[in-house]
């Protein structure tokens, strides 16, 4: 497994693969891994097959916090990360510095970014106004770096996989965007880096973010159901867990990510809650 660091090697390497006609699937994350990336990566090597190659970036984008946020918290191991991407056959780990990704940002030099208008509007974007301006820099600087035939999003950023999507076919990047499925901790909780921050009581109240995806399933399962009184539900529910605070929960069409006044099975639902310092997002088709 190669390590690779600076763009201009990355590309090097990306445009040899290229011309020996091998496939490259790309799976960006911010590292400290777990088995949700992974089956990303399995995804990747599925998508390009034996002959192909899966890079890995680990990169903790500092442009996608906020100044409030937990930057210089995020959890790191380095060490961890790459025993799980020998272990699962990646052949490339691209690991740039901020001076790599952003030539001279720390002398105020820098000055592109990457900003898509319409699906980065609420949820997240509405939480968090400067994180999508991150998350479609970086992810459009990575795209160039790696040159990659398919690059594997997770599902339980549903918007994050809606906006990149459209940011490469609004920006005709030559690859395809796939999203892979949530994967889930045996009591439902979705596998997040962020889990590591949580207290044994926070982590067993956790579970009320899937509790409030099937029981909104339930409640829409035969007839449809008014937003408003939805949203009052999963407030209630949210509310007989101490830790927990409802951020925002939102009931959307899973395209264009527009809300629904109505819930009805396929609607998508999405909710962000915090159990103490701890923001966790998860979604689901209802
Ligand atoms: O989902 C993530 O881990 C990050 O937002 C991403 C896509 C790697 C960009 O930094």
Same mark, same amino acid.
């Given at each position: 497994m190669q390590t690779i660091r600076t763009v201009g090697s990355m590309q090097r390497a990306a445009r040899a693969w290229r011309r020996t006609d091998r496939r490259i699937g790309f799976v960006p994350t911010m590292g400290y891994l777990h088995d949700g990336h992974m089956s990303l990566v399995r995804e990747a090597r599925r998508l390009v097959g034996p002959q192909g190659i899966v890079v890995v970036s680990i990169y903790v984008n500092p442009? *996608?916090?906020?100044? @409030?946020?937990d930057l210089a918290k995020y959890p790191r191991d380095l060490r961890r990360d790459y025993s799980l991407c020998r272990t699962e056959g990646v052949d490339a780990v691209f690991l740039p510095s901020d001076a790599a990704m952003y030539p001279g940002k720390a002398e105020g030099r820098y000055s592109t970014y990457v900003v898509e208008e %319409? +699906?980065? *509007?609420?949820?997240e974007g509405a939480s968090r106004p400067t994180h999508f301006r991150g998350v479609t820099t970086v992810v459009a600087k990575l795209f160039n770096c790696v040159l990659p035939d398919v690059a594997v999003f997770g599902a339980k950023d549903w918007q994050q996989a809606a906006v990149i999507t459209r940011m490469t076919t609004d920006l005709d990047f030559p690859l395809k965007v796939v999203v892979a499925k949530t994967r889930r901790e045996k009591d439902g909780l979705a596998m997040s880096? %962020?889990?590591?921050? +949580?207290?044994t009581e926070e982590r067993a109240q956790a579970t009320v973010l899937r509790r409030a995806l099937d029981a909104v399933k339930r409640a829409v399962a035969k007839n449809p159901v008014p937003a408003v009184e939805m949203t009052q539900a999963v407030a209630r529910l949210i509310a007989t867990r101490p830790a927990a605070r409802l951020d925002y929960v939102a009931f959307f069409d899973?395209? @264009?990510l527009e809300p629904v006044a109505m819930v009805t099975r396929g609607t998508r639902m999405a909710l962000a809650v915090r159990l103490g310092k701890t923001r966790l997002i998860d979604n689901d088709r209802l």
């Amino acid at each position: 497994m190669q390590t690779i660091r600076t763009v201009g090697s990355m590309q090097r390497a990306a445009r040899a693969w290229r011309r020996t006609d091998r496939r490259i699937g790309f799976v960006p994350t911010m590292g400290y891994l777990h088995d949700g990336h992974m089956s990303l990566v399995r995804e990747a090597r599925r998508l390009v097959g034996p002959q192909g190659i899966v890079v890995v970036s680990i990169y903790v984008n500092p442009t *996608q916090f906020a100044p @409030t946020e937990d930057l210089a918290k995020y959890p790191r191991d380095l060490r961890r990360d790459y025993s799980l991407c020998r272990t699962e056959g990646v052949d490339a780990v691209f690991l740039p510095s901020d001076a790599a990704m952003y030539p001279g940002k720390a002398e105020g030099r820098y000055s592109t970014y990457v900003v898509e208008e %319409r +699906l980065t *509007q609420g949820m997240e974007g509405a939480s968090r106004p400067t994180h999508f301006r991150g998350v479609t820099t970086v992810v459009a600087k990575l795209f160039n770096c790696v040159l990659p035939d398919v690059a594997v999003f997770g599902a339980k950023d549903w918007q994050q996989a809606a906006v990149i999507t459209r940011m490469t076919t609004d920006l005709d990047f030559p690859l395809k965007v796939v999203v892979a499925k949530t994967r889930r901790e045996k009591d439902g909780l979705a596998m997040s880096s %962020r889990n590591a921050y +949580l207290s044994t009581e926070e982590r067993a109240q956790a579970t009320v973010l899937r509790r409030a995806l099937d029981a909104v399933k339930r409640a829409v399962a035969k007839n449809p159901v008014p937003a408003v009184e939805m949203t009052q539900a999963v407030a209630r529910l949210i509310a007989t867990r101490p830790a927990a605070r409802l951020d925002y929960v939102a009931f959307f069409d899973a395209k @264009t990510l527009e809300p629904v006044a109505m819930v009805t099975r396929g609607t998508r639902m999405a909710l962000a809650v915090r159990l103490g310092k701890t923001r966790l997002i998860d979604n689901d088709r209802l």
